[in-house]
């Protein structure tokens, strides 16, 4: 399979190393300190005590990563703060038949795409303002990615791995492009079968935008009380004031999630419980906040709160979430 990686930082960087060590041909778009430290040492990866280095083909122009043919699978594992950047480079990678895998966080641009739901079809302005991104990446070669591991960049080119394998895939449409029960799709099917043999924990969803959703209810409070309060999560969870904030604004995303179609079992307090498992964890968006980097709000918040006027939930507690972490991001110049 011919693989190409756009946005080789921790995530994008380590599903990249594991696909060419599986044997497939792996190609990254990349600029910079990253492209240089690609071209000279190789995409790197540390697990387990031990670094491995690939050779892959790099370039900051997509044509030259398309010169014989179009990738058959396209990584796009950005920030959602980057992504209209990144939709607008991936353009020209796209060919008929490649799959454009998603590994980002938050609410993606094609998140009401299921035609069986509430809400079909609605674009969402605080994802994609200008109709850019759906316009450069088509909805027919999308395949969702819920992540569920742990990775940072130790320096350009070299991802370290620290917990968590499981990559959760499917189809936006649902059954649409379904041959079997389940909208389990025959392109679902074999990304699931390469993802697994590569070592990733992969499992196809009928229903990605339940997973997407599930694991925003996880860490649309963590991360952004993180970046105010610059608080790990354990201390965030033994604050009984700020762990009831948290809760509640749960709540709420819990009742949008019964609006359109994809309910939460869960109690705020069982996920907390989850949460505490993981220990003294400090966020991705703490971590952001910290290095001096753009915050990741408009896909983990901003959305919520778009989604929760367009079916009549009240979301006073996200709203409130949202304003005063980009106030945060704009007094620190990341947002």
């Known amino acids: 399979m011919r693989v190409c990686v756009l946005g080789a930082g921790a995530i994008g960087g380590w599903m990249g190393v594991k696909l060419a060590q599986a044997g497939h041909a792996v190609s990254v778009l990349a600029r910079g ?143 649409a492009q379904s041959v079997a029960q389940g ?35 996880g860490n649309m409070t963590m991360n952004p009380v993180s970046a105010i309060t610059g608080a790990t999560t354990d201390l965030i969870l033994d604050d009984p004031l700020t762990r009831e904030f948290c809760s509640a604004v749960m709540r709420e995303a819990k009742a949008i999630g019964e609006q359109i179609g994809i309910p939460i079992a869960q109690s705020p307090d069982e996920r907390h419980a989850v949460t505490r498992k993981l220990g003294a964890m400090k966020t991705s968006m703490l971590q952001d906040v910290e290095a001096g980097r753009s915050i990741e709000l408009d896909a983990l918040v901003a959305a919520v709160v778009e989604i929760g006027a367009k079916v009549g939930v009240p979301t006073p507690y996200t709203s409130a979430l949202f304003g005063l972490v980009r106030l945060t991001g704009r007094v620190r110049g990341l947002y």
């Open 33 to 175: 300190a990253t492209l240089a430290a690609i071209r000279a040492e190789g995409l790197r990866l540390i697990e387990a005590g031990e670094t491995a280095a690939v050779k892959v083909a790099a370039s900051d122009k997509p044509g030259d990563l398309t010169a014989d043919a179009f990738p058959d699978l396209l990584i796009v594992a950005v920030k959602s703060q980057g992504l209209r950047d990144a939709a607008l480079a991936a353009n020209p990678l796209i060919g008929p038949n490649t799959i454009v895998l998603t590994a980002m966080n938050g609410v993606p641009w094609w998140f009401f795409q299921r035609s069986d739901r509430p809400l079909a079809g609605t674009a969402l302005a605080s994802i994609d303002p200008t109709g850019e991104i759906a316009a450069s990446i088509p909805s027919a070669n999308v395949i969702g990615c819920v992540v569920h591991a742990a990775c940072s960049v130790d320096a350009p080119g070299l991802i370290r791995h620290k917990m968590g394998t499981r990559l959760i895939i499917g189809e936006p449409d649902g059954a």
């Open 183 to 217: 909208g389990i799709s025959a392109r679902l099917s074999a990304l699931h079968t390469a993802l697994t043999t590569a070592g990733f924990e992969s499992e196809a969803s009928a229903d990605i935008q339940r997973d997407v959703w599930f694991k925003l209810w």
